[in-house]
């Protein structure tokens, strides 16, 4: 998969140790942490450097990829989306994405999450991409539709670490 890629307003970037503050700053109110199964709250900065350091190092591996969502003009971070497979054994991908508070109802999330699966697309000829969206986060699953995901039926009980509880996540899949 690329390193980079743009989109309209964005460019999505590999992750980089001067992004923590950044997202620390994000997360830190819990909001973001709550709807997502792996950012924990409070998400302290060191935790974000440790983060982002055990991206870089898993960049060989290629079952990972991890991307920064700035503006293209002003690369300040407002999110950040992922490519990954959840086991080695795993047959399809599957994409992640948050937004900043204040990048939330703008089309952030629909336009990198767009970026992101055209990218796949090109790069890795996935025959399918999954994602998923706890069920309290119906906007997630609007911006997934916008995309051509469809729901499954299915559902999937995640452990989410911001909420340091078992959330119910309603699974969704794009054929491409």
């Given at each position: 998969m690329r390193?980079?890629?743009e989109?309209?307003r964005l460019?999505?970037?590999p992750?980089?140790?001067?992004?923590?503050?950044?997202?620390h700053?994000?997360?830190?109110d819990?909001?973001i942490?709550?709807?997502?199964?792996?950012?924990p709250?409070?998400?302290?900065?060191l935790?974000?450097?440790?983060?982002?350091l055990?991206?870089?190092?898993?960049?060989?591996?290629r079952?990972?990829?991890?991307?920064?969502?700035t503006g293209k003009?002003?690369?300040?971070?407002?999110?950040a989306c992922g490519?990954f497979?959840?086991?080695?054994?795993?047959?399809?991908?599957?994409?992640?994405?948050?937004?900043?508070p204040?990048?939330?109802g703008?089309?952030i999330?629909s336009?990198?999450?767009?970026g992101?699966?055209e990218?796949?697309?090109?790069?890795?000829?996935?025959?399918?991409?999954?994602?998923?969206?706890?069920?309290?986060?119906?906007?997630?699953g609007?911006?997934?539709?916008?995309?051509?995901?469809?729901?499954t039926?299915?559902?999937?009980?995640?452990?989410s670490?911001?909420?340091?509880?078992?959330?119910?996540?309603r699974?969704?899949?794009?054929?491409?």
């Amino acid at each position: 998969m690329r390193d980079r890629f743009e989109t309209e307003r964005l460019l999505l970037r590999p992750l980089e140790q001067r992004d923590a503050a950044a997202i620390h700053r994000h997360c830190q109110d819990g909001s973001i942490a709550r709807f997502t199964a792996h950012i924990p709250a409070p998400y302290p900065v060191l935790a974000v450097e440790l983060y982002i350091l055990s991206v870089r190092a898993g960049a060989g591996n290629r079952n990972r990829f991890a991307y920064a969502v700035t503006g293209k003009d002003d690369d300040r971070l407002v999110g950040a989306c992922g490519i990954f497979k959840r086991n080695a054994a795993a047959t399809h991908w599957e994409i992640g994405y948050w937004v900043g508070p204040e990048a939330q109802g703008r089309g952030i999330a629909s336009e990198a999450a767009a970026g992101l699966v055209e990218a796949a697309r090109a790069d890795l000829a996935p025959d399918r991409l999954v994602a998923g969206h706890f069920e309290d986060n119906p906007a997630s699953g609007r911006v997934l539709e916008k995309l051509g995901f469809a729901y499954t039926g299915e559902t999937t009980r995640l452990f989410s670490m911001g909420r340091m509880a078992y959330a119910t996540s309603r699974d969704m899949a794009l054929a491409v």
